[in-house]
């Protein structure tokens, strides 16, 4: 898996169209014209993500009013992604990338190592696309705490 592509900024998002929570699918050519933030994360429900989702939730009034769309993806299916946002309250579109394509389109499928051993998962990584469609900023390996405000900062200085 080392040939993914690193996506930089500048460079045109690659396209995407996934299932979303609640049914029915997001494209990213529907967005054309909007900001879209579209932020991957590991796993629905374990401790870092659910920061994360409730974080983007948080601010989701923040991210609307400056005109962006923010969107979720993982690996996690619809059901999972439904069950993850009524047990969280979660006001952010969910994307299911079951069979990984997008995940490695965006770069974010990569080999991660936990208690010595070592496996494929999704790096957490966020990515703001301008109304263009291109990529305006790129964060890897992000962490939790003050990502999300710095995702809206960079939203509002579009």
Same mark, same amino acid.
């Given at each position: ?21 609640? /049914? ?24 870092? =993500? ?18 962006? *769309? ?31 394509? *997008? =995940?490695?389109?965006? /770069? ?12 494929? /998962? ?21 962490? *939790? ?14």
């Amino acid at each position: 898996m080392s040939d993914t592509m690193i996506i930089e900024a500048g460079a045109e998002a690659p396209p995407f169209t996934l299932p979303r929570d609640g /049914g029915g699918e997001i494209g990213l050519a529907d967005l054309r014209g909007r900001p879209v933030v579209l932020y991957f994360y590991p796993k629905d429900d374990t401790p870092g =993500c659910t920061r994360e989702a409730l974080g983007f939730t948080e601010h989701a009034d923040a991210f609307a009013e400056a005109g962006a *769309v923010v969107l979720g993806v993982s690996k996690d299916s619809v059901s999972k992604h439904d069950r993850f946002r009524d047990k969280h309250g979660l006001k952010v579109a969910l994307l299911s990338d079951e069979h990984g394509d *997008v =995940c490695e389109r965006y /770069g974010v499928w990569k080999e991660k190592s936990m208690y010595g051993k070592t496996y494929m /998962g999704i790096e957490r990584a966020t990515f703001l696309i301008d109304g263009d469609g291109r990529i305006a900023r790129a964060w890897r390996k992000v962490s *939790v705490p003050g990502h999300v405000e710095e995702v809206l900062e960079a939203v509002k200085a579009l």
